[in-house]
């Protein structure tokens, strides 16, 4: 599966962003799906991933309460709503796609070595 995110952009802080991420060659259903960011000088980092089914969602502590992952499978596409954002949320933001999530639990989704397939890059810098 390639990926394709889109959506970054420059936003004052307090506002929100959508960021997609948009799936072609194989059925985004078919894959649990994460958002990672890397912030200047750090490491990349989870945001969020969702399993196969939005039954389960991961959510850095973070961005609790103010981001959202979502996926609409007709569209073959990957959401991050973005609201209430803080500059601290400034950062280089990824998609990606596993072939799948052992376990049960949350924490194979939050690790990056759980995914194989990445988009490239979505710049988001918020100002204060």
């Known amino acids: 599966v390639q990926l394709q995110a889109s959506g970054g952009g420059f936003v004052q802080a307090g506002g929100s962003l959508k960021l997609s991420c948009v799936a072609s060659?194989?059925?985004?259903?078919?894959?649990?799906v994460g958002w990672f960011r890397q912030q200047p000088g750090k490491e990349r980092e989870i945001v969020a991933a969702m399993r196969r089914t939005a039954h389960m969602t991961y959510y850095a502590d973070s961005v609790k309460g103010r981001f959202t992952i979502s996926r609409d499978n007709s569209e073959n596409t990957v959401y991050l709503q973005m609201n209430n954002l803080k500059p601290e949320d400034t950062a280089v933001y990824y998609c990606?796609?596993?072939?799948?999530?052992?376990?049960?639990?949350?924490?194979?989704?939050?690790?990056?070595?759980?995914?194989?397939?990445w988009g490239q890059g979505t710049q988001v810098t918020v100002s204060s």
């Open positions: 060659g194989r059925p985004i259903s078919g894959y649990p």
């Open positions: 990606a796609a596993a072939r799948s999530v052992p376990g049960s639990g949350t924490y194979f989704m939050a690790r990056e070595d759980t995914y194989s397939y």
